[in-house]
């Protein structure tokens, strides 16, 4: 037993030190932008699975045809991911466009106030630890480079995030997940010769089995635990459908005895 943890000890250092090369380093830092998209997608899948299963289940509630739960379904489908998708590009844009604003603040301080900048450099970098020689080095190198110099006061004085996502790809991945999660659900009515019982049973089987997969790739992504981070999915995933499904279901009771 003892054998076995240190061979995987030895395993994960030697994983770690790999991954902490030089090359790998440089690589890692590169990619990590991309995921800033992940974030949008797994919003998108989530949503999409969600609004469309409570479109299925209040459908089935209602006593509709499969036909006319197929139509309800997609004509959702289309428009909450396109809505979804223009707000996430409306948000997206919008923080870029205050980070741009900032920048225009800065630069303008740095031409007019070039001094008080660098005392503000000089206290930021002061307060993390740095002193004497080594501090001024920092403030010189940083205040030589007009970019870097603005992309610090970005950074370390207003927190803001200096490249941040592109809209159109953060729109385009939260509405190519939200219809492709979001299909799911409807999958089982577009099968032929199921009673609506036997497809609606299908389609929560296929929308909690969605919910576990887009945690599952979550968590591989972010090389986490696939299973913890699917569970964790799976059941806010399958609590907010579980919710639209009862609110649905009194909705229609109310109104189908008034």
């Known amino acids: 037993m003892a054998e076995n943890r240190s061979e995987r000890g030895a395993g994960r250092r030697e994983r770690l030190e790999a991954e902490h090369q030089p090359e790998a380093v440089r690589r890692r830092l590169l990619e990590r932008r991309g995921q800033g998209y992940l974030g949008d997608a797994i919003l998108g899948g989530i949503d999409g699975c969600v609004t469309t299963f409570a479109v299925v289940a209040g459908a089935v509630g209602a006593g509709f045809s499969g ?54 450099v000089r206290q930021i970098f002061a307060a993390k ?73 299908a ?8 919910f576990f997969g887009v945690g599952a790739a979550k968590g591989l992504i972010l090389s986490r635990s696939a299973l913890r981070s699917g569970l964790g999915t799976l059941l806010t995933g399958g609590t907010a459908a579980a919710i639209a499904f009862v609110v649905g279901a009194l909705l229609q009771e109310a109104f189908g005895t008034a």
């Open 129 to 201: 630890g740095f002193s004497g020689e080594t501090l001024e080095r920092i403030v010189e190198v940083i205040t030589n480079d007009h970019r870097l110099w603005v992309d610090t006061m970005l950074a370390e004085e207003l927190g803001l995030e200096v490249e941040g996502p592109n809209p159109y790809r953060a729109a385009i991945a939260t509405f190519v997940a939200f219809l492709v999660v979001g299909i799911i659900p409807l999958v089982p009515f577009l099968l032929p010769d199921l009673l609506t019982s036997i497809r609606f049973l």
């Open 203 to 210: 389609s929560a089987v296929a929308t909690a089995v969605a």
């Open 67 to 120: 036909l006319v739960i197929v139509v309800l379904g997609f004509a959702n489908l289309l428009a909450d991911g396109f809505s979804m998708a223009i707000s996430n590009y409306q948000g997206t844009k919008s923080q870029l466009e205050r980070v741009e604003e900032a920048r225009l603040s800065e630069e303008r301080q740095i031409e007019e106030i070039p001094s008080g900048e660098r005392e503000e």
